[in-house]
């Protein structure tokens, strides 16, 4: 993972542990939080303060001594967001190139199989 | 937790620190960031009470600096240690001996992870080797309280990421370090918060990601840009 120094670090690892989880890279464990830290080069609270956010939006878990687990379901759930992400720019793009949605829909139909 | 009031220190006519107001908590990592000559090892100084402030007062978990707190504190000077004759391992027992709080598994992690040698004369070693042993001797102490100057001074670029590591891996929870440097890109993503001081006054104060998101710049371009202006 490339840090963007310019903008803030503890949002980056949370789009990059979601990334690990949705291509299945991180199926249960969740690094620690130190082993992470030193991974990235970062300091362990920006890195904590980024599992703190994910365990708010429900992804992961914590239990103290036992580290960080992904919750059941998390990973389609996260694969959904991104995909819905990507559609939805992909919609966007589009429409401000004149397309309306119903022209949209006759491309996608027209996608090989 | 450090509290610093109405800090003032003048040497010969000149504020080497002006009327600094400062509050660092417990287990914080601070970057104190500035050019050379902007109050950086001054305040550094007074904290570990090297020198006494001209005016204001200062209090580290209570206590004013001095020969007490010199057992929580462990400091990282920039000059090099005079003891050039004495051979690397012979000079870290030597240095070990003062503390009541040395970590001995700390001091073979540190050396192993810097890969130094332990039986060569200190006067032998390369400046980076020389950095990576005075590092080897603020860090392997269970401190409260790790200031320091400059570590990354004189060191060429690609030795820095082995010294920015070493240090991190050194970094336990609730112990506070001040790390202070004016070469910004590589020390960064260490920093929680970075202070910036320029001519003796902090210019500008904050959690670092809090920072990036109000300026959008880095750390580094923040120096360059507002501190030059």
Not at chain 1, 6 to 18: A, F, G, M, T
Not at chain 2, 3 to 8: C, D, F, N, P, R
Not at chain 2, 193 to 211: P, V
Request: proline share 3%; charged share 30%.
């Amino acid at each position: 993972m490339e840090i963007d120094k310019s903008k803030p670090i503890w949002r980056q690892i949370v789009q990059e542990i979601k990334e690990r989880i949705s291509r299945g890279d991180i199926e249960k464990g969740v690094p620690t939080v130190r082993a992470l830290a030193e991974e990235l080069g970062v300091n362990p609270n920006t890195v904590a303060r980024a599992y703190r956010e994910m365990e708010r939006e429900g992804i992961v878990e914590s239990w103290v001594g036992k580290g960080t687990w992904v919750k059941k379901g998390s990973r389609d759930k996260l694969k959904e967001e991104m995909v819905d992400e990507v559609i939805g720019g992909f919609v966007k793009n589009l429409t401000s190139m004149g397309l309306s949605k119903k022209e949209i829909k006759k491309l996608v139909r027209k996608i090989d199989d | 937790m450090i509290e610093v009031k109405k800090l003032v220190k003048i040497y010969d006519d000149v504020y080497a620190v002006n009327s600094i107001d400062l509050t660092i908590e417990e287990g914080a990592f601070v970057g104190l960031v500035g050019p050379n000559g902007s109050g950086k090892t001054t305040l550094l100084k007074l904290l570990f009470g090297f020198c006494r402030p001209t005016s204001g007062d200062i209090k580290i978990n209570g206590k004013s600096p001095g020969v007490e707190l010199r057992s929580e504190i462990s400091f990282y000077p920039e000059c090099d240690s005079t003891y050039h004759w004495m051979k690397t391992q012979d000079l870290i027992n030597w240095y070990a001996s003062f503390f009541s709080d040395w970590n001995k598994d700390k001091e073979k992690e540190l050396i192993g992870f810097f890969d130094l040698p332990r039986h060569r004369c200190v006067a032998h070693l390369s400046k980076g080797l020389r950095a990576k042993l005075k590092l080897v001797l603020t860090l392997s102490r269970d401190a409260k309280i790790f200031l320091l100057d400059e570590p990354l001074s004189g060191i060429d670029p690609a030795s820095r990421a082995n010294i920015i590591s070493g240090i991190l891996k050194a970094y336990r929870a609730k112990q506070t370090f001040i790390f202070s440097t004016h070469i910004v890109s590589d020390a960064e993503t260490l920093f929680e918060r970075t202070i910036f001081m320029k001519e003796g006054n902090i210019i500008i104060d904050g959690k670092s990601d809090a920072l990036r998101e109000e300026y959008g710049k880095s750390m580094d371009q923040i120096f360059k840009e507002e501190l030059y202006e």
